[in-house]
């Protein structure tokens, strides 16, 4: 158990310090048809906040406005790999020294970068991260991005290595998400999860598709 006392929901949740190491991201459909959303709403709502550089007043930051502003982050990265496929420094950054004064900041806060055998790799890192109402949502999105920017680059879409050292379920949730893998015992079989050989606290689950939910072990 995890007692959150500061942030967007004071609640209790259960969660993992994880790293989710998927293979094959590209493959369709790209949510799961469990998962609290689908893809209409990944075209037409999500993108936007993760792609554009523009936020309403309401709003402290988007991710777009992240990578876009000051510097076009997604911009700069393609036209780097287009001269130099063999540059480790690509690395697009969303959170800021004064996010830690919001009471609300960026959950995803890095997104690394790697061309290798002419694929492109993102390395996602999420500070917290939300395992039913989050995370198909995030892969979806980002394995778009992924896309758009490989075929600028002029390489294909590689595999997704995101971490985690929250990845949660709320309170709320709990019983639910319960119900969720109890009526559905394939989610359990999704992924594989393996100790890691130096004895971190992070466990790595292999995956061969698109995951909606890990179930806390």
Known sequence: M??????????????????LDIEHPEQRPLIDEKAPCDINYIERVY??????????????????ERLRKPIDQIGGVIKKYKEWKGDRQNTMVLRLP????????????????????????????FRSWDCYAGLPANLAGLQILKEYMAHEIGVKAGKTVAHSKNLHVYERQFSF??????KNPSLKERGKVKTDPRKQLVKRLSLRSQV????ER
């Open 2 to 19: 995890f007692e959150v006392e500061r942030g967007a929901e004071i609640t209790l949740t259960k969660k993992l310090s994880v790293t």
């Open 47 to 64: 993108l936007s906040y993760l792609f554009l550089p523009d936020k309403s007043p309401e709003e402290s930051y988007t991710y777009g």
């Open 98 to 125: 004064q996010d830690m004064y919001l009471e609300d900041p960026p959950c995803l806060t890095i997104i690394d970068t790697e061309v290798l055998n002419d694929k492109l790799h993102f390395f996602p890192y």
């Open 177 to 182: 998400v319960e119900d969720l893998i109890t």
């Open 212 to 215: 909606s939910t890990v179930r």
